[in-house]
């Protein structure tokens, strides 16, 4: 037998690097809201405003095709499944902010994991916590890391002693990497509170510098890294890009997110695009339609980019985002099943010959459609 020099130590090293495993579950969104400002009814509150927003200006299923294009075969299952959606599970990550959307509020924030502690608990005790929650710390590249630290210690031993346990699906968001020994600094962060508390802390990190970008291609990070999002405005600020053309899909964020894809790609590490910063001009069809629209074709323009996940403003964008996501998972569901079944059965697709990758592609996607839709999961 042939002895290749130094390939178990390779190969053990991309086992290690890339993980074959089955894709978990991913929200489709991330809904961000300011430490001060959150309660135990947040959930609530934005799902009655996302459903009353339905019930006025999206009535009928055929009023999907004149605000999001929705092809009139698949209107009557994305709507109901959005009146579904925003009634019984409106928010499926929520992100309690202490940074850009809360501000710098010395003597306040204390006061405010303490608010923030509670409204956790008291989601917790209703049953409405999502399945992802969690708070974002301010940065490092702020010049205050025990700021960052005693938020994240507080608000973790709080929610213990008030709940009794961390529930499931925690994650704590790093943003502003901007130099390299943040992110091992954080880590080690992490590894204190993780040996006093005796339980294991996943953190995500945000990509909003061109730095940041640059240091991404061939990093590891370490299993505590869950996810790398997206920052469209400190980005595109960052980059110089007039105000008006900070937007998701300008190129140059493509290009960004590419550098993450490639960066991530076979590691397990989740990604997710950024946001749009609108709310409706008013309460009138005109403007509420304006602003889906708009969103609605963000999130598409992600979705086809290989971003499944991204950040929700305003409980307007609750609406905008499950009906483009529903739309995008439902428009080719039953050709990609066909082809998978095709293959495994040895045979054509209507002439399309796939590959073994195009396959691993469509059974992924399925199972991606099969999570966003709430089917059963299937099995392979």
Do not use: N
Request: aromatic share 8%; proline share 6%.
């Amino acid at each position: 037998m042939t002895v290749v020099p130094g390939f178990e130590d390779a190969h053990r090293l991309q086992r290690a690097r890339y993980p074959e495993r089955e894709p978990a579950w991913q929200p489709v969104h991330t809904v961000y809201v300011p430490a001060d400002r959150v309660s135990a009814d947040t959930v609530a509150t934005w799902g009655s405003q996302a459903l009353a927003l339905v019930k006025e200006h999206l009535h009928a299923p055929g009023s999907l095709a004149d605000v999001f294009g929705t092809p009139a075969p698949l209107a009557a299952g994305v709507h109901e499944r959005l009146l579904r959606k925003l009634a019984q599970e409106p928010v499926e990550d929520l992100r309690i902010d202490f940074e850009d959307g809360y501000g710098v509020r010395p003597g306040e924030e204390d006061g405010h994991v303490a608010q923030a502690v509670a409204a956790v608990a008291g989601m917790r005790a209703a049953g409405v916590l999502p399945r992802r929650w969690g708070l974002r710390v301010k940065s490092f590249a702020d010049g205050d890391p025990e700021r960052s630290v005693r938020t994240l210690e507080l608000f973790v031993r709080g929610v213990i002693d008030r709940a009794g346990s961390l529930p499931d699906g925690f994650r704590v968001t790093f943003p502003k990497v901007l130099m390299e020994a943040y992110v091992g600094q954080f880590t080690d962060v992490l590894a204190r509170l993780e040996q006093a508390l005796g339980m294991a802390l996943r953190f995500e990190m945000q990509v909003e510098a061109p730095q940041t970008v640059l240091f991404l291609r061939g990093q590891s990070f370490g299993e505590r890294l869950a996810a790398a999002h997206f920052g469209v405005f400190d980005y595109t600020a960052a980059i110089g890009l007039p105000p008006h053309e900070q937007r998701l899909d300008h190129p140059a964020c493509d290009h960004a997110r590419h550098v993450m894809q490639t960066a991530f790609s076979g590691t397990g590490v989740e990604l997710s695009d950024g946001s749009l910063a609108a709310s409706p001009a008013s309460g009138s069809a005109e403007d509420v339609r304006a602003l889906w629209r708009r969103h609605s074709a963000l999130v598409g323009h992600s979705l086809a980019h290989g971003f499944y996940q991204g950040w929700d403003m305003h409980p307007s964008h609750l609406v905008s985002r499950f009906a483009t996501v529903y739309a995008f998972h439902l428009a080719r569901y039953d050709a990609y099943r066909e082809r998978v079944r095709a293959w495994e059965e040895r045979r054509t697709a209507g002439g399309v010959m796939d590959e073994p990758a195009t396959i691993r592609t469509l059974t992924a996607a399925l199972r991606r459609a099969d999570a966003a839709l709430d089917l059963p999961v299937r099995q392979s």
